[in-house]
């Protein structure tokens, strides 16, 4: 069941939850502000898959590039944060709304 995260003028989000276990939680926290939070029953070992398609722009890619590089060698850390230009859907050939994916 994936979340799937890309930009349409703004971010656009989707999460399909497919067996979900009680109630999911969604409340306003006021104004534009939003929240929910849900749990996704899964098997014994499951795994994320985190698919992350590159930037269009060549410096951003170079850029996406070397964090995955810094990422992978720093030892002193158990998180690695990345960070990518939020793309429309219309950039990518054809045009996708899986910018982001996140999949167990």
Do not use: C, H
């Not at 009680?22 to 849900?38: A, C, L, V």
């Amino acid at each position: 069941m994936p979340g799937i995260f890309t930009g349409n003028g703004s971010v656009k989000w989707v999460v399909e939850a497919g067996n979900v276990k009680g109630t999911p939680k969604s409340e306003s926290k006021g104004g534009k502000r939003y929240y929910q939070e849900g749990l996704d029953e899964t098997p014994a070992g499951g795994r994320f898959v985190i698919t992350i398609k590159y930037p269009k722009d060549p410096k951003d890619q170079a850029d996406f590039r070397q964090q995955l590089s810094a990422a992978a060698t720093n030892t002193g850390t158990n998180a690695a944060t990345l960070t990518i230009p939020i793309e429309d859907i219309q950039r990518y050939n054809p045009p996708t709304e899986e910018q982001v994916k996140v999949d167990w």
